[in-house]
């Protein structure tokens, strides 16, 4: 059970969420507006992850020398379209600004970033197809989920229902919804060329990278919080 912070303490400032939100912001703003289009492509290519680049330990090496494996993190800010960055930035709200709340920023940004690395390495790892481009910041965001669901399992999630002409605001249990969600991410996985270039591997990926590290992380708290109450 998730140890609360005592209401004495005063409520840590949140300021990774907005951070990384707004650096996707301008990455974005830069990418899309400022560059022009042979710019922006280039800016992808040696910004972005390339599948099929670390298949063996020999380019595994050689991307640790040269500084490309940073690619597995700098491409967490490159997004294709509006559409592809407008949907990370809802779940990053959504799912960032509470797991904030209960593990820190500073937890909060590692997460982010080590586990939409992670995220990009599975999708590396596992697209069959060489020098596919991996951007976005959506393995990142299903970290967040992934932390969401371990530090909240009884939360409640707000979900409109269309019912004929109304639309129906109605709570629903956050571990019914996310599961739901990792299974078509499973399902996606296997059959993810019919529904359009998404990494769903790299969904999966950090999405069990981000409630390993919230378990970890709460059990760091809850002793923190019993060292400091003398038991």
Same mark, same amino acid.
């Given at each position: 059970m998730f140890v609360a912070i005592p209401s004495?303490?005063?409520?840590?400032?949140?300021?990774?969420?907005?951070?990384?939100?707004?650096?996707?912001?301008?990455?974005?703003?830069?990418?899309?507006?400022?560059?022009?289009?042979?710019?922006?492509?280039?800016?992808?290519?040696?910004?972005?992850?390339?599948?099929?680049g670390l298949s063996n330990p020999a380019q595994w090496w050689d991307a640790i020398r040269d500084g490309s494996i940073l690619r597995l993190f700098s491409a967490l800010f490159l997004h294709a379209d509006w559409a592809h960055l407008l949907g990370n930035l809802v779940f990053l709200l959504i799912f960032g600004l509470p797991a904030e709340r209960a593990m820190g920023p500073w937890r909060l940004l590692a997460l982010f970033l080590?586990?939409?690395?992670?995220?990009?390495?599975?999708a590396?790892?596992?697209?069959?197809?060489?020098?596919?481009?991996?951007?976005?910041?959506?393995?990142?965001?299903?970290?967040?989920?992934? %932390?969401? $669901?371990?530090?909240?399992?009884? !939360?409640? @999630?707000? *979900? /409109?229902?269309?019912?004929?002409?109304?639309?129906?605001?109605?709570?629903?249990? %956050?571990? $019914?919804?996310?599961?739901?969600? !990792?299974? @078509?991410? *499973? /399902?996606?996985?296997?059959?993810?060329?019919?529904?359009?270039?998404v990494a769903w591997s790299a969904h999966l990926a950090g999405f069990a990278f981000g409630g390993a590290f919230a378990l970890i992380a709460r059990a760091g708290i809850a002793r923190r919080l019993r060292r400091k109450r003398g038991y």
């Open positions: 004495r303490e005063r409520t840590r400032l949140r300021w990774a969420t907005p951070l990384v939100f707004a650096l996707l912001w301008i990455a974005f703003i830069v990418s899309a507006l400022v560059l022009s289009g042979p710019e922006q492509r280039r800016l992808m290519l040696e910004w972005g992850a390339l599948s099929g080590f586990g939409g690395a992670v995220a990009n390495l599975a590396v790892l596992a697209i069959g197809t060489p020098d596919r481009l991996i951007i976005g910041a959506s393995g990142a965001v299903s970290a967040l989920i992934g %932390a969401y $669901l371990a530090l909240f399992p009884s !939360a409640k @999630l707000g *979900v /409109v229902v269309p019912l004929g002409v109304f639309l129906q605001f109605v709570k629903v249990p %956050a571990p $019914l919804l996310i599961g739901v969600w !990792a299974l @078509l991410q *499973v /399902v996606f996985t296997f059959i993810g060329p019919a529904f359009g270039a």
